[in-house]
């Protein structure tokens, strides 16, 4: 079992910036591969950014490229996503994942492709 802690959401102008971290406990942490996902009221959930159990590989929805960075401190046990030039459409609760078997970008974009979640934290981005 790997427990998932998600933190650093909160309320925002259009322009500012967060920073999201999760923090994971069980198992090891360096062998999982890690995603943000967010959802948003009445929509499905979707990939926000992945990134590759070493972190040498990282991933991204086209809607937050060259806005958000996902990276990973293995001796920390945490994954993070900063959160730069907010919108109000990326208002929604964000969720990062783990997989231990998640190695292609089909499977890092996708919710099958992890195997435990987090409970969420709530972004609101005002206009």
């Known amino acids: 079992q790997v427990q998932l802690v998600e933190s650093g959401g909160g309320l925002v102008q259009a322009g500012g910036s967060l920073r999201l971290s999760c923090a994971a406990s069980?198992?090891?942490?360096?062998?999982?591969?890690m995603g943000w996902f967010r959802q948003a009221p009445g929509k499905e959930r979707e990939f926000v950014a992945g990134?590759?159990?070493?972190?040498?590989?990282?991933y991204y929805a086209d809607s937050v490229k060259g806005r958000f960075t996902i990276s990973r401190d293995n001796a920390k046990n945490t994954v993070y996503l900063q959160m730069n030039s907010l919108k109000p459409e990326d208002t929604a609760v964000y969720y990062c994942?783990?997989?231990?078997?998640?190695?292609?970008?089909?499977?890092?974009?996708?919710?099958?492709?992890?195997?435990?979640w987090g409970q969420g934290t709530q972004v609101t981005v005002s206009s």
């Open positions: 069980g198992r090891t942490f360096s062998n999982y591969a």
């Open positions: 990134i590759s159990w070493r972190g040498t590989s990282t």
């Open positions: 994942a783990a997989g231990l078997k998640t190695r292609t970008p089909a499977q890092l974009s996708q919710t099958w492709g992890y195997d435990y």
